[in-house]
């Protein structure tokens, strides 16, 4: 089993798709993008813990589980306290790029650590399964959408919507 602690607020702000989402949508859309995103690449040996700052609701998509500090606590403080519960279940690895604040307070004994960009590059670029080719510059996939209004219809395509039900 691999365990996955993500500080999502950095996550988002790394990433130009995600954080293009949360200008033209808001912040929970592009959380929200992450849980897809994330839940359509988990192999069945993997949990991702998302957390975020500011608020106190939880909630879980496709083996995708998202937390959000309570109010007085930052995601810092989650992301310990996640990484202290799940010692010792798995391979842990925290994803953040604050990790001399995070990694001062935690010992980090047994936990591997990746930057943002790292975890986009080896993990949401690549899918956790598959290994890059050096000379496989081809992609069955379309092209990722560029407009909101793409990203949109894909997300009502596949039954994700915007909408709190």
Same mark, same amino acid.
């Given at each position: ?17 995600? @954080?293009?989402?949360?200008? =033209? ?16 690449? @988990?192999?069945?040996? &993997? ?12 909630? &879980?998509? !496709? ?26 279940? !798995? ?20 936990? =591997?650590?990746?930057?943002?960009? =790292?975890? @986009? ?8 399964? @598959? ?25 009502? =395509?596949?039954?994700?919507? !915007?909408?709190? &039900?």
């Amino acid at each position: 089993m691999v365990i996955w602690i993500i500080d999502g607020n950095n996550l988002i702000h790394s990433d130009p798709r995600l @954080r293009q989402r949360m200008v =033209e949508s808001g912040l929970e859309s592009a959380r929200k993008l992450l849980d897809h995103d994330l839940a359509r690449i @988990r192999s069945a040996d &993997e949990q991702f813990h998302i957390v975020y700052d500011g608020g106190g609701s939880t909630r &879980e998509q !496709g083996g995708v589980f998202t937390s959000i500090a309570q109010k007085g606590h930052s995601a810092d403080d989650r992301v310990l306290a996640l990484a202290r519960n799940k010692s010792g279940q !798995g391979k842990l690895i925290v994803v953040t790029d604050d990790r001399s604040d995070i990694g001062a307070r935690l010992g980090g004994v047994g936990i =591997e650590w990746m930057t943002c960009s =790292e975890f @986009r590059s080896n993990v949401m670029k690549l899918g956790t399964g @598959r290994k890059a080719s050096a000379n496989d510059d081809s992609c069955d996939k379309p092209p990722l959408p560029r407009s909101k209004n793409q990203v949109d219809h894909w997300l009502k =395509e596949f039954g994700v919507t !915007g909408e709190e &039900e």
